[in-house]
T-cell receptor
């Protein structure tokens, strides 16, 4: 039931791009993305609610393909501040509880 | 506008003692979620509560663990007779309306069982 994220880890130089994928074997109701820095709380990035929806926040954007049961997070022209662990959180079915099941995380390290 | 407040930040307990973790949600939020995180691992769902009700406790171990969110006061996650395997970071999150709503996380309580 836990969504699967890939890759597990990414190392980038400043200015490079990265894509993080999140896929599920079950139908998804919505996908959330969070970033967690070491020793800190996870911080909300964005929610995607509809099939095919894309959202953007400066140089971080995401897509959600409901049919394929997957979402991708795009980080363009990465900055040092992007370093951290990225988690996708998924809501399943029609329970409408807001309960999220998180993937195992993707660790991103941006080097100067 | 205070965020989600968790205390204590760090808690050390000996095996067999009780641990009480507190969480005050953001103002205006009535949905509370508890997650456990082991070092270098993801966030594991434990329990979802609304005021005075446990909505979903499918992620809670059947024994020793309990949670409440009373009408007044913070949500409490209680672990009785702690064992070394309970050592982890416990995060509380709150949201305004539950579904389709971002989770706002507290800074977590790091429990160490010696």
């Amino acid at each position: 039931q836990q969504p699967v994220q890939s890759p597990q880890a990414v190392i980038l130089r400043e200015g490079e791009d990265a894509v993080i994928n999140c896929s599920s074997s079950k139908a998804l109701y919505s996908v959330h993305w969070y970033r967690q820095k070491h020793g800190e709380a996870p911080v909300f990035l964005m929610i995607l609610l509809k099939g095919g929806e894309q959202k953007g926040h400066e140089k971080i954007s995401a897509s959600f393909n409901e049919k394929k049961q997957q979402s991708s997070l795009y980080l363009t022209a990465s900055q040092l501040s992007y370093s951290g662990t990225y988690f996708c959180g998924t809501e399943f079915g029609s329970g409408n509880t807001g309960k999220l099941i998180f993937g195992q995380g993707t660790t991103l390290q941006v080097k100067p | 506008n205070a965020g989600v407040m968790q205390n204590p930040r760090h808690l050390v307990r000996r095996r067999g003692q009780e641990a009480r973790l507190r969480c005050s949600p953001m103002k205006g939020h009535s949905h509370v979620y508890w997650y456990r995180q082991l070092p270098e691992e993801g966030l594991k769902f434990m329990v979802y509560l609304q005021k005075e009700n446990i909505i979903d406790e499918s992620g809670m171990p059947k024994e020793r663990f309990s949670a409440e969110f009373p009408k007044e006061g913070p949500s409490i996650l209680r672990i009785q007779q702690v064992v070394r395997g309970d050592s982890a970071a416990y995060f509380c999150a709150s949201s305004r309306q539950g579904w389709n709503s971002p989770l706002h996380f507290g800074n977590g309580t790091r429990l160490t069982v010696t």
